[in-house]
């Protein structure tokens, strides 16, 4: 089981740029694939970015494509991913969850069995 922990969300204007990091701990981090799902009120869970344990294989939804990019790091026992969010649109309001599962990436949600708490997300001038 990989315990998994967002943080950076927050209000940001129309245009902007935020940083959004989950923090991975647990047992054999290095064979699980870290994603980054969100959900809108009202909305299905919807992928946005994900890179694979394998060979680092990078993913994006295509509403994010040429905006987000998605990065990771190793450090001793954790792995830290990051997303980076630049050109934000009121779209893109909802709270960001990351999640992990073996190996490889997947668009659906139902395929990750680790799941953080959420971080919220707010585009609005």
């Known amino acids: 089981q990989v315990h998994l922990v967002e943080s950076g969300g927050g209000l940001v204007q129309p245009g902007g740029s935020a940083r959004l990091s989950c923090v991975a701990s647990?047992?054999?981090?290095?064979?699980?694939?870290i994603g980054w799902f969100r959900q809108a009120p009202g909305k299905e869970r919807e992928e946005v970015s994900c890179?694979?344990?394998?060979?680092?294989?990078?993913?994006?939804g295509d509403s994010v494509k040429g905006r987000f990019t998605i990065s990771r790091e190793r450090d001793n026992a954790k792995i830290t991913v990051y997303l980076q969010m630049n050109d934000l649109k009121p779209e893109d309001t909802a709270v960001y969850y990351c999640?992990?599962?073996?190996?490889?990436?997947?668009?659906?949600?139902?395929?990750?069995?680790?799941w953080g708490q959420g971080t919220q997300v707010t585009v609005s001038a």
């Open positions: 890179v694979s344990a394998t060979d680092g294989t990078t993913h994006y």
């Open positions: 647990g047992v054999g981090l290095d064979h699980f694939a």
């Open positions: 999640a992990a599962e073996l190996f490889t990436c997947s668009p659906r949600a139902g395929d990750f069995g680790d």
